[in-house]
C-alpha cells in the first residue's frame, strides 16, 4: 500500500499554528516566572527558552512538531525534525539532545508508516550531530511529529529578538513560498520541480547558515517559521524596540511561487499573518499585491533572518553562499524605531 500522508491534511506544517493574534491572548494569561537563571523567557517571542546553568554553559530548550507536510513518511520526519532543530539554530546554539513528540493513527496507517517517519527524524537529528534519547507518542489523527530538542549556548552569546540594532542589513538564509507551494500542490497547480523545490528548502538544516551568524557575532536573528516573513520580522523590531523595513522585490521566491500566488493561491495562514501585522506595518502605496501576501506566507523549516553589522554584511553574504546557502539575500535593514515597527517596501 503507497501511503500518501499530505492527502490526509487541509493544513501541514508550520500552516497549522494557532494565529498568532488568539496565541498572543492565550499567552498573556500565563505567569511568568521569575528567575535569573532564565536568560530568555517567551516574553521576546523567541524561538527558544534559555536556562543558564552556570557561567559558562546555558541550555537552549525549544519544542516543534505538526501535520505532514509531503506524501511520504520517511521525509516527513526529515522535515519535521530539520524544523524543530531550527530553533536552536536560530538562538546561536549548538542542538544537543531531542525527544521524539508523536502522534500517529495505528488504526487508520501501516505502522511502516510510523517506523518511516520516525527513521527520517534520526536521520536528520544525526546530520545535525544530535541524539534522540527517547519521546512519547499518543494515538491521533491526523499524524503529527516533531522534536523537544536542548542544545548548548554560551550565556554570553545567545542570538535573540531583541538583538537587532539601528544600521544592521537584514540577511535570510532561504528563499520563501513553503506555504504558496505546499497549497498550490493541493489544488494540482505545481509543477514536478516545484514539489522537489519546496522539500530540499524545508528538509535544509539552518546549521551553516548559524555557523555564519556565530562565526561573525551576530546578535539578532530568528527562523521564519508559522508567523511568516513580516511576522517575524515584527516579533524581531518589537523585542529589539527598532523598525524593520523589508524589500520585497529582493525576497528569494521558491519555484513558482509568485506566479502561484498571482493565480490566488494564498493559503488562509497567510491572511491571519496579515491581520496580526496590519496595525503595526505600513505597507508602501502601490506595493504589489502578490509581494506583500508572500511576506505573510507561512513557511515550515524556513531560513533564518539575521541582522547583521552594515560592515560585515557583504563577508557574511559571501560565506552564505559559499556554504551552499545560493539564495540567501539581503532583503532589508533596521533603523531606529519610527512611526511604525515594520514597513513593507518594493
Ligand atoms: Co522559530
Ligand atoms: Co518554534
Ligand atoms: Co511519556
Do not use: W
Not at 255 to 273: E, K, V
Not at 306 to 320: G, I, Q, R, Y
Amino acid at each position: 500500500m503507497k501511503i500518501d500522508l499530505f492527502t490526509m491534511v487541509d493544513s501541514g506544517g508550520c500552516s497549522a499554528k494557532i494565529a498568532p493574534k488568539q496565541l498572543e491572548e492565550i499567552l498573556k494569561c500565563l505567569p511568568l516566572p521569575d528567575d535569573p537563571d532564565i536568560l530568555v523567557n517567551i516574553e521576546t517571542h523567541d524561538d527558544a527558552g534559555v536556562y543558564r546553568v552556570n557561567d559558562e554553559l546555558a541550555l537552549v530548550f525549544t519544542t516543534d512538531f505538526f501535520p505532514p507536510v509531503c506524501s511520504d513518511p520517511y521525509e516527513f520526519g526529515q522535515i519535521a525534525a530539520a524544523n524543530s532543530i531550527s530553533d536552536v539554530y536560530a538562538m546561536g546554539g549548538k542542538p544537543v539532545i531531542a525527544l521524539n513528540i508523536m502522534m500517529f493513527p495505528a488504526a487508520k496507517l501501516p505502522v511502516e508508516a510510523y517506523k518511516d517517519i520516525l527513521r527520517g527524524g534520526a536521520d536528520m537529528a544525526s546530520r545535525a550531530g544530535v541524539r534522540i534519547i527517547g519521546g512519547h507518542s499518543i494515538d491521533d489523527f491526523p499524524p503529527k511529529y516533531g522534536l523537544a530538542v536542548v542544545g548548548y549556548i554560551h550565556p554570553q552569546k545567545i542570538i535573540t529578538n531583541a538583538g537587532a540594532r539601528s544600521g544592521d542589513i537584514l540577511i535570510l538564509t532561504k528563499p520563501v513560498g513553503t506555504g504558496v507551494i505546499l497549497a498550490g500542490q493541493r489544488l494540482g497547480l505545481t509543477s514536478e520541480t516545484d514539489v522537489l523545490q519546496v522539500k530540499a528548502v524545508m528538509k535544509l538544516l539552518n546549521k551553516s547558515g548559524a555557523e555564519v551568524m556565530n562565526k561573525h557575532d551576530v546578535k539578532g536573528a530568528t527562523d521564519i517559521t508559522g508567523f511568516g516573513l513580516a511576522g517575524h520580522a515584527l516579533k524581531m523590531a518589537r523585542a529589539s524596540s527598532v523598525s524593520i523595513t523589508l524589500n520585497l522585490k529582493s525576497l528569494p521566491l521558491i519555484g513558482s511561487t509568485y506566479m502561484l500566488t498571482d493565480q490566488g493561491c494564498i493559503p488562509g495562514a497567510a491572511f491571519r499573518n496579515l491581520e496580526y501585522v496590519e496595525n503595526e506595518a505600513h505597507v508602501e502605496e502601490n506595493l504589489d499585491y502578490n509581494l506583500k501576501m508572500i511576506a505573510f506566507d507561512a513557511q515550515t523549516s524556513g531560513g533564518l533572518l539575521m541582522a547583521v553589522k552594515p560592515e560585515k554584511s557583504d563577508k557574511v553574504l559571501s560565506e552564505l553562499h559559499e556554504k551552499g546557502l545560493d539564495r540567501a539575500a539581503i532583503i532589508g535593514f533596521v533603523t531606529e524605531k519610527m512611526d511604525r515597527y515594520l514597513y513593507l517596501n518594493r
